[in-house]
Each structure stands twice: as structure tokens, then as C-alpha cells.
């Protein structure tokens, strides 16, 4: 019974509005709405306003919760003080995880659970976090981190604050792009995590550290690092090829394919594949885009991987993407993070709508009725 609920893989914990993924047809909705249709036509914002509120954004709607967002973008002064105290050579994973933590101290009302209040709560965390994972590339190459714009967009102003100049309209594009692709997914791992440090009667803060400390794992998250560094390895090796048959043959993983539910592609890869293939195109690093092709087919060649039903799944070309567009390959999941909080928050929003303490039980196969063994008499 145990093995069967391994990984509590197939088990259906909650009803949720927010997002199917549909593994054996590879469609993903954010409620709804098809990410094939709002992975190419909406703004990030559109999709965090349709997330909180359950509906596409009328205009006025959405300028509104775009100047709230402006609004909170400024981070505390005891984070910005905080953050230049870190060692420089810290994840930058670890080092958000820690500023999120640490914003839930400053929160007078952190412990507040109110709709409105979460709510609030939401926004803020959305419109900080880019503000924090920019400041932290600054600070840790030794320089100073840039306040945030009052107008645009995140995407846009995430790489003005990273690289204190206006990003051209495609880096803009491809960031907005990235950000609505990975917004929400069902309940992966680092949501479920979020919704159960909330669902304690926790609070907003504690529950998005738990989720950044969930994403930063190799095997979630952290895979988009993982198959750049993967890409970086097998092009330096001089043989693609070659360096794919040792590494599967030392019984290595391939990092950015495989995915607990998908068992067919991955739909925000036919969002983002296109994306980078377009963006290596018209780089001077063209070859990128070969590298992760060349080794996409000789998975697709390889036994183990069709008779596993093993696909690319999103952190495998949007890895191209976020190397695209500039981004340092240890921050990519921040990128992830940047965009998933909006997920989080929503599932929290929904966990607060209808809560219920989340505790599973496991089937205990330990040892029983030992006799107790005074200290002195023991092996
Ligand atoms: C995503 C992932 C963790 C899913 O894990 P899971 O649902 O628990 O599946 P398992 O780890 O049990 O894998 C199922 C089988 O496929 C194999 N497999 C899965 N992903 C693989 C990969 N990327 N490379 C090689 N083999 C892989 C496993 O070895 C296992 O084989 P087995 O049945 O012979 O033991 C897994 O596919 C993986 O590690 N992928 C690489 C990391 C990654 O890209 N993560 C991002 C996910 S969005």
C-alpha cells in the first residue's frame, strides 16, 4: 500500500479552480484558458490578475493592478540591509528564500488571515521578489542594487533593475513569456508545500519560504540550472554525441526531460522551444539551441527514454530562454520563483477559501516491542 502512494504520485488531495495539467494529452489551462493561447497573447500580469481574481482583466482592471504593483515593488530597508550582509557566494535560491523569510518580519500584519489581507499580502510578494533576486546579482558582483521603476511591466523592469539599462522589446517579451508559462501548474511540489505550511494556520510568508525552499531542489525548480549546465558541459566536451553515451551509460539523468504527470510533451515547451530556438537564431551564441535539439533526439532515440515515456519538459528549453535573455544560469530558478509566486499565492488564497489541516499518514513497517536498553548496556 505504501509503494503505491510512493511520492504520492496519482493521489488526488483537493479540488482546485486554478490549473489541470492534463499528463496524457500534454494540455495545461490556467482556469480555463489554454497556456498554448496565454503563453503567446497575454502579459504576466493579465495571468496573475486572472489567478487572484478568477477572470481575464478588463483594462481598468488591469492598469489598476498594475499601479498597485508598482506601488510594492520598493523592498523594506531591513531586507535591502540585510541582503549586503549574505555571503556573496550563497544560492541565490537560498539567499531569496531568506529575504522572504525575512519580509514576514516586517509585516505588521503578517499573521493577519483576511481574504483582503492575503490578498495584499499576494501582490506585494509578487512586486518585491524581482526587486530582491535583481538586488542580489548586483550586491554579490559588486554592485549597487537600482530601485525599481514606477511604470512598466515586471518582466521589463526586472531586467532594468538587473542591468540598469531599458531591455530591448524581444528580451522584454521572451522574460514576460517565460513568467506566464510557469506561473501555475496543479499541485507540483513547492505548491503543495505552500499549501501545507499554510493550511497549519501558518502565515503568507512561511508559506512561500516553503515553497522556495521546495523549488530550489534539483529535481523540481532547479532543473532549468541544472540542463543549461548540462548544455554548457556537453558543448565544451567538443562531442555532443559522445559526451550523451557516457553520461547515460555512468547512469547519469537527463536533466530537463522526464515530468511526474506529462507523459507526452511538455505544453509550455511548445511555447518556449520555438522561443529559444528563435532567440538563438538571432544571438551570436547560436549554437545553444543545437546543443539541447542534438540531445533531445538522442533521447528520443534511446529505448530508455521512449519506453519510459521521458519528454523534454519545460525547464529544458526555457533553460535556452533565460540564458537568452542575459540571466546568470545559478538565478535561473529565480526566474522560476519570480513567476510560480503568483501560483502560490493564488493556491493560498484558494487553501484559505475552504482550509483543512493537511496530514497524511504513512504506514509505519518499523520495528516493534523492543524491550528498553538502560545506556550503560548497550553495543
Ligand atoms: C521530474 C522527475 C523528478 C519525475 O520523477 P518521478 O515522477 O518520480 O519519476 P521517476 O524518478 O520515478 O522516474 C521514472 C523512471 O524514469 C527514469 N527517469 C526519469 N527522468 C529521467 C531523466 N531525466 N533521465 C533519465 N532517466 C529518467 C527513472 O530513472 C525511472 O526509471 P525506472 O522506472 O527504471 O526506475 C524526473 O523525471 C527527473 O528527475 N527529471 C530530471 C529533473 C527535471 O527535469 N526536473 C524538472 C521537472 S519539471
Excluded at 533553460?319 to 520563483?337: E, N, W
Amino acid at each position: 500500500m505504501a509503494d503505491k502512494a510512493q511520492g504520492l504520485a496519482g493521489v488526488v488531495v483537493a479540488d482546485t479552480t486554478l490549473s489541470r495539467v492534463d499528463g496524457v494529452n500534454g494540455e495545461l489551462i490556467y482556469r480555463g484558458y489554454d497556456i498554448l493561447d496565454l503563453g503567446v497573447k497575454a502579459w504576466f500580469e493579465e495571468v496573475v490578475y486572472l489567478l487572484w481574481y478568477g477572470k481575464l482583466p478588463n483594462q481598468t482592471e488591469l492598469d489598476a493592478l498594475k499601479a498597485e504593483l508598482a506601488e510594492m515593488r520598493a523592498m523594506p530597508q531591513v531586507v535591502a540591509d540585510m541582503l549586503k550582509t549574505l555571503p556573496h557566494n550563497a544560492h541565490p535560491m537560498a539567499v531569496l528564500r531568506t529575504a522572504v523569510s525575512a519580509l514576514g518580519t516586517v509585516d505588521e500584519n503578517a499573521d493577519e488571515l483576511t481574504r483582503e489581507n492575503l490578498l495584499r499580502q499576494s501582490k506585494s510578494l509578487t512586486a518585491v521578489i524581482p526587486t530582491i533576486v535583481a538586488a542580489w546579482e548586483r550586491i554579490r558582483t559588486g554592485k549597487e542594487p537600482i530601485a525599481p521603476r514606477e511604470g512598466g511591466s515586471i518582466a521589463g523592469n526586472f531586467l532594468y533593475m538587473l542591468n540598469g539599462e531599458d531591455p530591448d522589446e524581444a528580451a522584454e517579451a521572451a522574460m514576460d513569456a517565460y513568467l506566464v508559462c510557469l506561473a501555475d501548474h496543479g499541485f507540483n511540489a513547492s505548491t503543495f508545500s505552500a499549501r501545507v505550511t499554510f493550511a497549519t494556520i501558518s502565515d503568507m510568508y512561511s508559506a512561500i519560504t516553503s515553497g522556495i525552499g521546495t523549488l530550489k531542489g534539483d529535481a523540481h525548480g532547479r532543473a532549468n540550472q541544472r540542463a543549461m549546465e548540462q548544455f554548457v558541459e556537453a558543448y565544451e566536451s567538443g562531442d555532443v554525441e559522445k559526451w550523451y553515451k557516457a553520461h547515460r551509460a555512468a547512469g547519469n539523468r537527463i536533466m530537463g526531460i522526464g515530468h511526474r504527470v506529462y507523459k507526452a510533451t511538455d505544453p509550455r515547451g511548445k511555447v518556449l522551444g520555438p522561443l529559444a530556438k528563435k532567440m538563438s537564431a538571432s544571438s551570436s551564441e547560436s549554437h545553444w539551441f543545437g546543443v539541447a535539439e542534438t540531445i533531445e533526439n538522442l533521447a528520443a532515440q534511446d529505448d530508455y527514454f521512449v519506453e519510459r515515456n521521458l519528454y523534454p519538459n519545460v525547464d529544458y528549453y526555457s533553460s535556452i530562454v533565460l540564458y537568452m535573455i542575459g540571466l546568470p544560469i545559478d538565478q535561473f530558478t529565480c526566474a522560476f520563483a519570480m513567476s510560480r509566486v503568483s501560483g502560490w499565492t493564488a493556491h493560498i488564497l484558494e487553501q484559505f477559501e475552504n482550509n483543512r489541516l493537511i496530514r497524511p499518514t504513512a504506514a509505519y513497517v518499523g520495528e516493534t516491542e523492543l524491550a528498553w536498553v538502560e545506556l550503560d548496556n548497550r553495543d
